[in-house]
């Protein structure tokens, strides 16, 4: 966040003062000993008109690593359920296109600059370009 505060030309007075914290709260925010709050992100996307993903890489990989070992999780958890049945067959399919996407996030889309969003659960595809 230093660098993108710093390119805007502002300083740890003025951004605190834009989110209604002290400097030294968005010092630590700056050194990672603090990690955001969603209004927090909310105020900080809208200051520096960037997705708080891009501006706190490393927030958004720990949040990644964690839900997908927690997809990875349930999905061997539905795995272990009655799998004849329709809602468990298509809860499996729904965990298995998340955990999906979620690894290819980790591969590709960690360093900010590439589109990293990718719809998982029961979204419709989207039509092709033309």
């Given at each position: 966040?230093?660098?993108?505060?710093?390119?805007?030309g502002l300083t740890q007075r003025?951004?605190?003062?834009?989110l209604g914290y002290g400097e030294?709260?968005?010092?630590?925010?700056?050194?990672?000993?603090?990690?955001?709050?969603?209004?927090?992100?909310?105020?900080?996307?809208?200051?520096?008109?960037?997705?708080?993903?891009?501006?706190?890489?490393?927030?958004?990989?720990?949040?990644?690593?964690?839900?997908?070992?927690?997809?990875?999780?349930?999905?061997?958890?539905?795995?272990?359920?009655?799998?004849?049945?329709?809602?468990?067959?298509?809860?499996?399919?729904?965990?298995?296109?998340?955990?999906?996407?979620?690894?290819?996030?980790?591969?590709?889309?960690?360093?900010?600059?590439?589109?990293?969003?990718?719809?998982?659960?029961?979204?419709?595809?989207?039509?092709?370009?033309?």
């Amino acid at each position: 966040m230093r660098v993108v505060r710093r390119r805007f030309g502002l300083t740890q007075r003025e951004v605190a003062f834009l989110l209604g914290y002290g400097e030294s709260h968005v010092s630590r925010l700056e050194n990672g000993s603090r990690t955001p709050r969603l209004p927090e992100l909310l105020v900080i996307e809208l200051v520096f008109g960037m997705a708080a993903s891009t501006i706190f890489p490393q927030v958004r990989r720990t949040v990644v690593e964690r839900v997908r070992r927690r997809v990875e999780h349930l999905r061997a958890k539905v795995r272990r359920e009655d799998a004849s049945q329709p809602r468990v067959s298509y809860k499996a399919g729904q965990i298995d296109r998340l955990l999906e996407s979620l690894r290819s996030l980790e591969q590709s889309g960690l360093d900010g600059r590439e589109p990293w969003y990718r719809p998982t659960l029961a979204s419709k595809p989207e039509p092709p370009e033309r």
